[in-house]
């Protein structure tokens, strides 16, 4: 099974291959489901990190549902990963209906040949997954992260294991949301997917002294963030890899 970790910045990055994760995706911004990284970022990744490394091409939060500026943006970005040696995008586009915009998503999988095309969770938004399955395969999209349709991969696990039988192993099905180190093998062992997903976020304190104007609204206080954390991601390559 391919662990994945979704890194949010360079330094979780080099903590998930140093954690021993087989592959990355990189991004920022996870509070709101991730947006595509800095062109430095991903450099920097491409010359420091020697395992796979997929980077998320979203330009926004939001919808999933682009204008034409932001396609021509999502164009660009899948270029640039291109020119530099990035092994694979990560992509999500829809309709106002709900179905899958397939005519852009093909346009941007050829665009980006000879990189791999992962389909990221706004699968789960689409109204007909298992319909949209074949689609995403037959335009060589190469895999898709999915929850399930539900808040968690643990919550979508039977809905998970629909979209595997009808995959049959032509499209990698990589599951995601909600999972770590104390629910990984449960879900595992009660869905053999093809690889799991997570970002296994630690918060780091920042050591800033002064009391700070209230900047932002979030999760966690005013001036912390979040990181990939070594110990988590460790743990949960060991009890996939130990089974």
């Given at each position: 099974?391919?662990?994945?970790?979704?890194?949010n910045s360079l330094t979780s990055a080099i903590n998930a291959q140093k954690a021993g994760a087989?592959?990355?995706?990189?991004?920022?911004?996870?509070?709101?489901?991730?947006?595509?990284?800095?062109?430095?970022?991903?450099?920097?990744?491409?010359?420091?990190?020697?395992?796979?490394?997929?980077?998320?091409?979203?330009?926004?939060?939001?919808?999933?549902?682009?204008?034409?500026?932001?396609?021509?943006?999502?164009?660009?970005?899948?270029?640039?990963?291109?020119?530099?040696?990035?092994?694979?995008?990560?992509?999500?586009l829809l309709l106002p209906d709900g179905q899958i915009d397939i005519r852009r998503t093909a346009q941007l999988t050829r665009l980006a040949h000879p990189m791999t095309v992962c389909f990221h969770r706004a699968f789960d938004c689409c109204i007909n997954p298992l319909g949209a399955i074949s689609q995403l395969k037959n335009i060589g999209v190469s895999r898709i992260l999915t929850s399930g349709g539900a808040s968690t991969a643990i919550e979508g696990s039977s809905n998970i294991q629909l979209f595997l039988h009808q995959a049959n192993g032509s499209i990698e099905i990589m599951a995601?949301?909600?999972?770590?180190?104390?629910?990984?093998?449960?879900?595992?062992?009660?869905?053999?997917?093809?690889?799991i997903h997570l970002s296994g976020k630690a918060i780091i304190k920042s050591p800033f002294q002064i009391k700070p104007i209230h900047l932002n609204v979030g999760d966690i206080p005013e001036l912390d963030y979040q990181q990939t954390d070594i110990e988590e991601i460790a743990t949960v390559v060991q009890l996939v890899h130990s089974t």
């Open positions: 099974m391919t662990i994945e970790v979704c890194a087989n592959r990355i995706e990189l991004c920022q911004n996870l509070w709101c489901g991730g947006t595509t990284p800095s062109a430095a970022t991903i450099e920097l990744a491409r010359e420091m990190i020697d395992i796979n490394l997929a980077v998320l091409i979203r330009p926004r939060s939001g919808d999933f549902c682009y204008t034409d500026l932001e396609y021509q943006t999502i164009q660009r970005d899948i270029l640039f990963c291109k020119e530099i040696g990035i092994d694979g995008i990560v992509i999500g995601g949301g909600g999972i770590n180190s104390k629910n990984v093998l449960d879900f595992s062992n009660k869905v053999a997917v093809d690889a």
